[in-house]
């Protein structure tokens, strides 16, 4: 996996976590949830990553 790709999971993540800590503060749930599920896809694609090159090695 290149490091492009594992920068771009990663600020997925983190996007996903800024915009779940938005929405909390703001009350708005819709972008919360939005943020929690921006956060999940971004973090399950670093991990998919991770786990392909282990099996590369």
């Given at each position: 996996?290149?490091?492009?790709?594992?920068?771009?999971?990663?600020?997925?993540?983190?996007?996903?976590?800024?915009?779940?800590?938005?929405?909390?503060?703001?009350?708005?749930r819709t972008l919360?949830?939005?943020?929690?599920?921006?956060?999940?896809?971004?973090?399950?694609?670093?991990?998919?990553a991770k786990i392909k090159d282990?099996?590369?090695?």
């Amino acid at each position: 996996m290149s490091i492009s790709k594992k920068i771009a999971y990663s600020a997925e993540a983190t996007k996903g976590k800024i915009k779940k800590v938005f929405g909390r503060a703001t009350g708005n749930r819709t972008l919360e949830a939005e943020g929690r599920a921006d956060q999940i896809r971004g973090n399950l694609k670093l991990s998919g990553a991770k786990i392909k090159d282990a099996f590369k090695r």
